[in-house]
Each structure stands twice: as structure tokens, then as C-alpha cells.
């Protein structure tokens, strides 16, 4: 369990208060500026607010109140930096065993173990410069869990690889959670990741916090999005892989019916969440048919909001999960949309992107 | 050939190195992470000895060591004997017009070393000696060995504040470059030459030993 507040003004102004317990994923999200790897850096003890208290495991790092503030090294975190940070002259071993606390018994195992555990099997003696993004990424997550840290912090941790290796590294991640015990906060713009990765979602903006709750909750609030820029609207609809068709498709069912997807890297049977972008959807009355779109499920309208501009979103419910759809207001008018109506959902296959499924924990 | 000055010379150089070794790193990673008033000035002052002629330095330097100045007081009260024209004042001499050869390169070495994998280090649990030897030395290790190859090889060779702080005892202040000119003045000019041959072998071994260890150290970083 980690509590955080912090209130200072100055260049990069901070006016927030969160905890995050054990297990838990928290996901700070804005755009780059708004602090949010300043608040990273004020857990970690790399930056000291004027006015801040940071409480981790029961022990307080910080509080300007009192005058306690504890060096980095005497903080028990674990940080996986943007770019890593590897330390460049030592093998992927030496660089976790480097993080282990002085004197811990059999370290070789240990960080043999730990490379393990991120896939990194084998590979314990090659230096930084001879392994891949990912795999450095790898090292570094290795090296921050090496610590047994009270709290794992990710700052943008997945953005210095390519869009493949992203995939596999957030479901890695995934699979990992259930052995984490401490809180894990992320920092990161990408709101695709947010939503695959995050219990709960804190929206910054300026250094305060414009929304914080569990993470479906967050992408549906209009004032949350607009901090992220509207066009992310989308909400994850979860299903289940039903097969892998000889096409290329993955068939999957949600609760209304099938959709197809470009091939997913998921076992048949596993339950997957879609995220489903808002501008993707389109809607229509009675079933359509002759269309090239592959996927219309049956919903119903549970509720229509007016945006600024010419644009309303429409919350559809499939079997009782929620998914937006925005389009015009006139288009809404001329289909004369109300809630409580039936209507179907027509999205493209090859609308929803690969990161666009995480599985489901 | 003087024999006895090459040695005075190399003992010089090598205690020259063993102060400034410490001092480098201390200094240097100093001046390398931290921002505090007056750094420009440190810097300023420290880079001195390149652009002042020997000759002024040396000037300003013996009178500092005199008797009559407060340093050169204190040490005769202390030691006994003055600090001018002893091989104590020559070391002392020597570790100053040397700094902005050892720190430079000291300095660069840890400015080398990103910020965010110190940090790290901090945050992997590294307190600032395990930093400093685990990650950082390692690090900032050609840098430092460059600082020490040009401390030893500009000591060999430094001549007008040597004469000027030292003069030209045998044994206790007679360095290799002031043998040579000496040899010449007395037109012994197949002596002057041996010495001088003598100090190019040497100079050019360091430099060749300081190659061969930085080309390891960048191996074992790639």
C-alpha cells in the first residue's frame, strides 16, 4: 500500500492525493508536462516537493511536515525507467543482482530466477548493448523487482519499442501480475495501454487530478477524455476466442454475438478485452445487411449525450457492457435514436488494432 | 646521462599522480553533477596553470612558499624547514599547475555517465560509495586514466616552475628537463640528446600503455 499527496507550486505545479494498494495496478495519464513523472520522481526520492508526504509499506519516506525525507537508496521502490538505464559495463545478471540489498544470499540464483520470470532465460551474461529494446526492457523490469520494492514504478515503460514488442511486453506483464504483491503505478500517455493494463486510472492535468476511479468508469467521462483529446473515447467489450479461422480472422463471441478480428495471439477459449474506439462504430436501426463490415451485434441505447460540437455519443449496452459510439448529431436525428431503443452495432474488423486487446485478468 | 634526475623526475610524477588521483574523482564528480555559486569561478581558477606562463605561475608560487607568506610560514613552523627548494614544495607546485590536466578529463569522464542511470543506481538500493565504485568508476574510468597519463607525462616535462619554485638541486630538486638545460648550457649537447631520447621512450611507453587500456575498457562497455 502507497499513499501519495503532494502541493507545491513553481515550474511544474502539484496538487494531488492517491493511494494505491497492494495487487493493484494505478495508471497516471495526461499529456506529457501535466507531472506525472514528477510524481514518479517524488516516490522515488529523486525529486522533493515543498510540501509532500509519501507513505509506502507503512513507512514514510517523506513529509515536509515532519522533515523526513529519505535518500532513493533508502527507499525500498523498484523504477523501470523510460530508456531503461541500464547500467552499460555490467551483464543482464549483474545489473539485477546489482539492485539486490547487500549481503542476500545465493544473488546468482536469484537473478537467474528473476530473468527467468521475464523471459530472459539464457541470457544473463550478454551486456545491455547486445540485447534487443525488449529485452533490455526485460532486464529492467527484473533489475526493479530485484529489490522486493515496496512499490514498482513504470515511467512510460513500453515507449521506446516497437508496436510488436509492446504487445508482448503488456501481456507479459499481464501474466506477471498475479505474482506482484505490491502496488504498481504506470506512467503513460497511450491510452490503449492505460486501459489494457490498469485497475484505476488517476487523470492529470497541470499537476491535479481532472478524474481518478476504476478504469471503465474513467474512459467513459467526457471531461476525463477531453484531457486526453476526445477522438480516444472507447470502451472495452470483453469476449471470448472461440476459434482461429484459416483467413487470418480470430471468431470470437461476446454476449450478443460473433465478431471476427485480425488473428489474435490468444489461446482459443480465452476471454480478451476489445477496446472499441467511439468514431469507429457505426450504427444503424434494423439489421443491416449486403455490407462489408463483418461485425453487427444487437444492443440496446442506454443513453445519449450531446457533445460541443456536432458530434452526441451514444452509450450502447451488449449483453449489460457498455460501448460508445459518436457520431453526428443529425445522424442521430435522421435515424430518430431514444433511449431504451434497439439498434446494431456495425464495426470493421480491421478497425480495432492489435494493442487493442489485452486479456483478461 | 643523469640518472639521478630521471629518478627525482619519476618520483615527482608519481606522487603528483597519487595525490591527484583521489582529488580528481572527488573534484571532478563535483564539478560534474553538481550546480552551485561560484562553480564558474572554481573552473575559471582551476584552468589557470594552462594559459599563465610557467615562469608567472612559478613567480606567484614562490612567493606563496616563502617565508614570508602565511603557507610558507605555517609549513616551516611545522616541518622545520622552508617549503621553496625542497622536493615537498615541488610536489605541492606540481599538484596545482596539474589540476586542469587531471580534472578535465576527470570531469568529462562523469559528465559522461547519464543521469538517469545514476539514478538508478539510487534507486536499485546503491548508496553513494557502492555508486561510486559499482557503477560510476566503471563508468568514468577512461576519463580518469586519461587524467592521470597527462598528469605524469606533463610533470616529466614541466620546466619553468620547476625552476622557478625548485631551482636546480641535484637530488632534491633537479628534475630531468632542468638536467637537460643544464647539459646544454655547459654545451654538452651529447648528454642533452641522451636525456631528451630517454624522455621521448618514456613518453611514448605511457602513451602506448594508456591506449592499450582504454581500447580494453571500451571492449568491455560495447
Known sequence: MIRFS?????LIPLDLAFEVGNGEVLALVGHSGSGKTTILRSIAGLWTPSQARVEAGGQVWLDTNTGVNLPPHQRQVGVVFQNYALFPHLSAARNVMAAMPAGSPDKRTEAERL??????????????????????QRVALARALAR?????LLDEPFSAVDRATRDRLHSELMALRADLRMPVILVTHDMAEAQALADRLVVIEKGSVIRQGPTAEVMSDPAALRAMGLRELAATLPARVVAHDADGLTHLETATGPIWLPRLNAETGAVVRVRIMAHEVILARSRPEGLSAQNILPASIIRIVAGEGPGVIVHLSIGGDEVFARITRRAAASLGL?????????LKSMSVARDHIGAVR | M????????????????????????????VL??????????????VMLPLILPPTVFGFYLLVLFGRGAPVGALWQDFFGHPLVFSFEGLVVASVIFNLPFALQPAQRGFEAIATDVREAAACC??????????IELPLAWPGVLTAMVLTFAHTLGEFGIVLMVGGSIPGETRTIAIAIYDRVQAFDYAGAGAMSAVLVGISLFTIAVTYALSARVGRRLS
Open chain 1, 6 to 10: 503532494a502541493k507545491c507550486a513553481g
Open chain 1, 115 to 136: 530473468l527467468d520470470m521475464v523471459n530472459l532465460h539464457g541470457l544473463g551474461s550478454r551486456k545491455p548493448a547486445e540485447l534487443s529494446g525488449g529485452q533490455q
Open chain 1, 148 to 152: 522486493r520494492p515496496q512499490v514498482l
Open chain 1, 338 to 346: 431514444e433511449v431504451g431503443q434497439q439498434a446494431f452495432m456495425v
Open chain 2, 2 to 29: 643523469d640518472w639521478q634526475a630521471l629518478f627525482l623526475s619519476l618520483r615527482l610524477a608519481a606522487w603528483t599522480v597519487v595525490i591527484l588521483l583521489p582529488l580528481s574523482i572527488v573534484m571532478g564528480r
Open chain 2, 32 to 45: 560534474a553533477y553538481r550546480r552551485f555559486m561560484g562553480k564558474g569561478l572554481v573552473e575559471a581558477v
Open chain 2, 125 to 134: 538500493g546503491l548508496g553513494p560509495w557502492r555508486s561510486l565504485w559499482q
